[in-house]
């Protein structure tokens, strides 16, 4: 077969019926993701204080590490985090649907079967609810290089669109507060501040704990003196 013949065949088995509506636009969402783009381009959140700072702490769970590879997103879980206020009726969580479903080793971590995915809304829908739920807010993930790299596949993927919100890592407050432990992983920084995790590997479950762990990590910085984010990319600027 044609290799691009191949390619959109792969990807249209990935996203079921997602993929037919690629070309069935909904007018207003359209609208409001174009809306976005312009406030994202004129928003700057590196000089507002950490007492006023709005984000929104995510968390993908997927079948793999490489979505250029074909793997896919799962789910997506979030909260909202206005200065070290987590708002926890302000939360997100969806399911993705997919024809393929996890493997056995990943169905077996996450808790989701093919079945809960068969009956999910599409990746194109699931953005376009995920998008109006943060809006212009700065996103928060824990080694968020993963999440930034599913992010921008699946939204150029699913949209046509360029994924364009910041992505703070928590790793960088960690490691500006607490440099000499080696905090690495989400349960090692959990366990440090003694944050419990209800379901490890359910994405608003993890969305939340990795919410306490920024509370708890800017609490730190600032009595460090840092003030804003970019005092913490100024200080992570000297570190390379």
């Not at 360029?162 to 989400?186: C, G, M, P, W």
Request: some cysteine.
């Amino acid at each position: 077969m044609n290799p691009f013949m191949q390619f959109v065949k792969d990807v249209s088995g990935r996203l079921g019926s997602g993929f037919s509506s690629l070309n069935r636009n909904d007018p207003s969402k359209e609208a409001y993701i174009r809306n976005l783009e312009r406030q994202l381009k004129n928003k700057d959140d590196l000089d507002v204080p950490f007492d006023e700072l709005n984000v929104v702490v995510f968390d993908l769970e997927t079948t793999g590490f490489y979505p250029y590879k074909g793997d896919e997103i799962l789910s997506i879980g979030a909260v909202k985090v206005e200065g070290t206020n987590i708002i926890e009726e302000e939360t997100f969580y969806s399911l993705v649907y997919s024809e393929s479903g996890p493997s056995k080793e990943i169905e077996d971590l996450t808790g989701i079967t093919s079945d809960m995915l068969i009956e999910a809304e599409p990746l194109r829908e699931v953005l376009h609810d995920f998008y109006s739920f943060i809006r212009s807010d700065v996103l928060v993930a824990h080694h968020a290089n993963h999440e930034k790299q599913f992010m921008n596949h699946a939204t150029w993927l699913a949209l046509r669109k360029n994924f364009q919100h910041r992505i703070v890592d928590t790793t960088f407050l960690t490691r500006i507060a607490h440099q000499e432990k080696k905090l690495v992983s989400l349960d090692d920084c959990c366990k440090h501040y003694g944050i419990a995790i209800d379901q490890r590997h359910h994405a608003l479950d993890d969305a939340m704990a990795t919410a306490k762990l920024w509370v708890e990590s800017i609490q730190d910085i600032k009595q460090m003196g840092y003030t804003n984010l970019g005092d913490v990319y100024t200080h992570l600027a000297t570190l390379e």
